[in-house]
């Protein structure tokens, strides 16, 4: 079941960047990386001092 949320959230997401404008989406899209990026360094950062 969850699996078919997240095609479906996907799907709803991908059709909202088709919609948008280039710099929209590029300003999204570098937000979204640029979190994915501090995310990973917090969990990297949290797993080594676990050890």
Do not use: D, K, N, Y
């Amino acid at each position: 079941m969850s699996l078919l949320i997240i095609v479906v959230a996907m799907g709803l997401l991908a059709g909202a960047a088709i919609h948008a404008t280039l710099p929209v989406f590029l300003a999204a899209a570098t937000a979204i990386g640029l979190w994915l990026l501090a995310f990973g360094a917090r969990e990297r950062l949290a797993r080594a001092r676990h050890r």
